[in-house]
């Protein structure tokens, strides 16, 4: 018996009768992490890892049915010994170990492999099939050391500064914001958010994650002159709205694992590209595979057929599992998520 099956309602275990990340209403869902096409809400039962538990409540309500583990703790369910391991994607995100019968199967949620001090770092676990996502499972995608990133970022704002404009990065609002704001030098200007980002930084600071201080966008007067001093993280779905016009003359970037490919940059019209993503670029993929041990690889959501394809070519037994993830985070080029 295959520990994870495909239903309509998501990833479904039969032995232990649960599901995890569903995207229809189920008894009992297990939780990777709490972007929206991953934790979904309507199910009767949410089980997630203890970090991530102030995520689901902010984005799925305070009164959800919640359960959480510790990463690392077993949960016993209909004989299958469950376990949660970071993911090293956003805060709280973790893979789920399901051992049953001496088999065992870790299916991974999203998952970056570069530590980044905002969440706990990547863990490789042993297991026998893995089920990966391969969002940018194509070997175009080779992420920089973010740290440099981060220095690219800084040396913009510092840059608009001197040109007298506000620097406005667009980003998502729920891990690759706080992520930015890390590693982000407060010492060059105040630094302003969007209304859907605070929020999650306020979770993140409940959680011990250090951000620098932040400024809700409306407290600072559009004539205040430190607004031409001002770095604004926003969600993609601001660009182009009446909300962009308090900042005046102003410098826009926006940071996606999707700047890597030039034609994305110019659809979303803005000044700068930054290639910053909170998924594994191709080596990372390849090397968290092969950290599993696994003989059996199931490939998720993104580019399934190269990495399939890829992964067979050198032994191993990779095969497609259709799901409904994507359509949050990263998501594709041409949505307004990514």
Same mark, same amino acid.
């Given at each position: 018996?295959?520990?994870?099956?495909?239903?309509?309602?998501?990833?479904?275990?039969?032995?232990?009768?649960?599901?995890?990340?569903?995207?229809?209403?189920?008894?009992?869902?297990?939780?990777?992490?709490?972007?929206?096409?991953?934790?979904?809400?309507?199910?009767?039962?949410?089980?997630?890892?203890?970090?991530?538990?102030?995520?689901?409540?902010?984005?799925?309500?305070?009164?959800?049915?919640?359960?959480?583990?510790?990463?690392?703790?077993? /949960?016993?369910?209909?004989? +299958?010994?469950?376990?949660?391991? =970071?993911?090293?994607? !956003?805060?709280?995100? @973790?893979? #789920?170990? &399901?051992?049953?019968?001496?088999?065992?199967?870790?299916?991974?949620g999203d998952y970056k492999v570069e530590p980044d001090g905002t969440c706990a770092p990547f863990e490789p676990v042993r297991c026998h099939t893995f089920i990966t996502e391969s969002t940018f499972g194509l070997p175009i995608y080779r992420w920089e050391p973010q740290?440099?990133?981060?220095?690219?970022?800084?040396?913009?704002?510092?840059?608009?500064?001197?040109?007298?404009?506000?620097?406005?990065?667009?980003?998502?609002?729920?891990?690759?914001?706080?992520?930015?704001?890390?590693?982000?030098?407060?010492? /060059?200007?105040?630094?302003? +958010?969007?209304?859907?980002?605070? =929020?999650?930084?306020? !979770?993140?600071?409940? @959680?011990? #994650?250090? &951000?620098?201080?932040?400024?809700?966008?409306?407290?600072?007067?559009?004539?205040?002159?430190?607004?031409?001093?001002?770095?604004?993280?926003?969600?993609?779905?601001?660009?182009?709205?009446?909300?962009?016009?308090?900042?005046?003359?102003?410098?826009?970037?926006?940071?996606?694992?999707?700047?890597?490919l030039r034609g994305t940059r110019r659809r979303r019209g803005v000044d700068r590209g930054f290639v910053l993503s909170d998924h594994a670029d191709w080596p990372g993929l390849l090397w968290a595979i092969e950290q599993t041990g696994a003989q059996r690889v199931m490939?998720?959501?993104?580019?399934?057929? +190269?990495?399939?394809?890829?992964?067979?070519?050198?032994?191993?037994?990779?095969? @497609?599992? #259709?799901?409904?993830?994507?359509?949050?985070?990263?998501?594709?080029?041409?949505?307004?998520?990514?």
């Open positions: 018996m295959d520990l994870v099956i495909a239903r309509p309602e998501g990833l479904y275990c039969p032995p232990g009768d649960f599901y995890i990340d569903p995207w229809r209403p189920v008894e009992r869902a297990v939780i990777t992490h709490g972007h929206g096409d991953h934790a979904r809400n309507g199910n009767r039962h949410y089980l997630t890892a203890s970090p991530g538990a102030g995520i689901l409540r902010s984005r799925l309500g305070a009164d959800i049915n919640l359960q959480t583990l510790d990463y690392g703790q077993r /949960l016993d369910h209909g004989g +299958v010994a469950l376990s949660l391991h =970071p993911a090293g994607h !956003v805060l709280g995100s @973790a893979q #789920v170990r &399901l051992e049953y019968r001496g088999e065992v199967w870790v299916a991974s740290q440099q990133i981060f220095d690219q970022i800084n040396a913009w704002w510092r840059e608009n500064i001197t040109l007298g404009k506000a620097s406005v990065l667009f980003c998502y609002s729920f891990g690759k914001a706080q992520r930015i704001l890390h590693g982000l030098d407060p010492s /060059l200007g105040p630094i302003l +958010v969007h209304g859907a980002v605070e =929020p999650l930084n306020r !979770v993140y600071r409940e @959680a011990g #994650v250090a &951000l620098p201080a932040t400024l809700h966008a409306s407290e600072m007067d559009k004539h205040d002159p430190r607004m031409r001093q001002a770095l604004i993280l926003a969600p993609p779905s601001a660009a182009g709205s009446s909300w962009m016009r308090r900042f005046g003359d102003y410098s826009d970037a926006f940071a996606s694992g999707w700047m890597r490939v998720t959501h993104g580019s399934v057929a +190269v990495l399939v394809r890829y992964l067979c070519e050198r032994g191993l037994d990779a095969q @497609a599992f #259709v799901t409904e993830y994507g359509d949050e985070d990263e998501g594709a080029p041409t949505e307004a998520s990514a």
